[in-house]
């Protein structure tokens, strides 16, 4: 980190300044970062996203109507699917076909229900080609097999000729989907199978054997790495898959929560958001260790499970499903927290993958059930769109000399003619003014727009689903200075033009 002048730093406990050298380039955003993640979990899928085309909820072939308006609107650059756990007990040719002859199987993973198999790969294609997102398939390696895993890939991306092909086309997709991502398991330390990073790793290069360019799509193998910052299992695999080395490899990394989401004390807050430097510290260690491998550089970091775990309760379970989450003004905050993280360490990930897109853990949207036609945007959905200013800009450094944890978090990335700005400020009883010193450009005027609320509990529920959204903030240049008065608990995207 490169130290910052003394006297530019303010010493008053409502003043923060910052030093953001614009020449000082870190990596590109890659749009990839802001992924999203759903898991045949609850009602993630069904009643989520997919209602079937019967239901008398407004759907688009099936899909909720409302639902994909929102995404569409916010841009979702890549989709996980079908898990998490459940990949790992999936297999993908009891999802394709007519949809009332499909098998039905128990979800072993996620509360024993039944699952009809109704969304299989044609209907998350259908998904993600309607919102306008990458396809990033999730395989089965700890109850598969490796030539299961291969047809899938040829069902998918051979352009016709093939049995497998022909078969798609049977099933109403004669063009091939180009899937791209692969994951080569789940969680293969945990729900993937319970495995030693060596024994996996030598699955994963007999998966990875059969696994080639289909139809001009070369596949990007993301392998199960590590939870949390568990360098003894990246080693381990690495070790056993050199030289055959993965594409990208998977780290998942929760902030959990001791209160349930409207619920929350300061204290447990403040613990919650504290994680998010050790979410930062993983993604530099990890990068490091892959880094020191031969070939190791060429290798994504992929945080593809992350965000805020809570307390749930048990009446909203039973209502709305398994894992359903509100997401809160302090999810809102979180998110906040995980983006500016992203884009202060664009150089070091490849892709993240927020968990999960409806109704399951720190969501963009909650649905009110297979039975109901509300669907809300969350304060994780707002955040989302504040961070979508930065998304293909190149990231540039800040100067932070504060190492408190729950301190203003600052990013800034630049494009033509502009200065993108985030500022978080997570405490919930201290307004901050923050002062950002602008090195390498010639700032004309700045905007703003904030997410806030002063109630760390605040939510948009199904009768107020407007309680949060964004606003209009004040935001000023003072000669070479962006200064932005940050209320407690908001986050603020400011866009500076330049001369």
């Known amino acids: 980190m490169v130290a910052m002048p003394r006297q ?19 990596g590109v955003v890659s749009p990839l970062l802001h992924g999203q993640f759903a898991e045949h979990l609850g009602s993630c899928v069904y009643g989520g996203l997919w209602v079937g085309e019967n239901s008398p909820i407004p759907n688009i072939h099936g899909y909720r109507k409302s639902a994909i308006e929102y ?22 040719r009891e999802g394709i076909g007519p949809r009332k002859q499909r098998a039905k199987r128990v979800n072993i993973s996620w509360g024993n229900y039944i699952e009809d198999n109704s969304f299989g790969t044609h209907e998350f294609i259908g998904l993600c080609r309607l919102i306008g997102a ?12 490796p030539s299961e895993l291969r047809d899938w890939v040829e069902y998918c991306n051979y352009p016709g000729g093939s049995k497998l092909s022909d078969e798609r086309a049977a099933n109403g997709s004669p063009d091939p989907f180009r899937v791209k991502y692969w994951g080569v398991g789940n969680e293969s330390w945990g729900c993937g199978g319970n495995m030693r990073p060596d ?54 990394y929760y902030s959990g929560g001791a209160d349930e989401p409207t619920k929350f004390a300061a204290s447990a807050m403040e613990e919650q958001f504290k994680s998010f430097r ?85 969501s963009l949207l909650i ?24 998304r293909g800009n190149t990231a540039v450094h800040v100067d932070n000399e504060n190492e408190d944890p729950l301190g203003v978090s600052v990013s800034a990335t630049k494009a033509s003619g502009k200065l993108v700005v985030s500022l978080v400020n997570p405490k919930d009883s201290e307004e901050v003014t923050v002062e ?8 004309r005027n700045a905007t703003a727009r904030i997410l806030h609320h002063a109630d760390r509990n605040a939510a948009n529920s199904f009768d107020a689903p407007d309680a949060i959204t964004l606003q209009a903030h004040p935001a000023r240049i003072e000669a070479q200075k962006l200064v932005v008065d940050l209320p407690p608990l908001s986050v603020v995207t400011a866009v500076v033009e330049l001369n």
Not at 11 to 20: G, P, V
Not at 81 to 92: N, Q, V
Not at 134 to 145: C, Q
Not at 225 to 243: A, F, K, Q, V
Request: hydrophobic share 35%.
């Open 8 to 26: 530019l730093w303010g010493t008053s406990e409502s003043k923060r300044q910052f030093l953001i050298r614009a020449e000082q380039e870190e």
């Open 71 to 92: 995404l569409k609107a916010l841009g979702v650059p890549v989709l996980r699917w079908p898990g998490g756990c459940y990949a790992d007990d999936y297999h993908w």
């Open 134 to 145: 990458e396809p990033y398939l999730a395989g089965n390696v700890g109850s598969g097999s």
């Open 199 to 252: 024994y996996y790793g030598g699955l994963y290069r007999q998966f990875a054997s059969y696994l080639h360019e289909m139809g001009g799509v070369e596949p990007f193998l993301i392998a199960s790495g590590p939870s949390g910052d568990d360098t003894r299992w990246t080693r381990g695999l690495l070790d056993t898959t050199s030289p055959i080395m993965p594409n990208g490899l998977s780290m998942h």
């Open 278 to 362: 050790h979410v930062e510290d993983a993604v530099v260690h990890q990068r490091s260790v892959l880094d020191g491998y031969r070939e190791g550089s060429r290798i994504g970091l992929v945080l593809d499970e992350w965000g805020v775990w809570d307390k749930i309760p048990e009446a909203d379970e039973k209502r709305y499903g398994k894992l359903w989450q509100q997401s809160t003004m302090r999810s809102g905050v979180a998110a906040g927290l995980g983006l500016n993280l992203f884009n202060r360490q664009a150089d070091k990930l490849y892709m993240c993958n927020i968990a999960q897109i409806t109704n399951v853990l720190q």
């Open 367 to 390: 649905t009110d059930g297979p039975e109901g036609e509300r669907c809300v945007r969350t304060t994780t959905y707002y955040a989302f769109q504040l961070f979508k200013e930065h």
């Open 436 to 443: 950002c010193m602008l090195r390498g450009v010639t700032p």
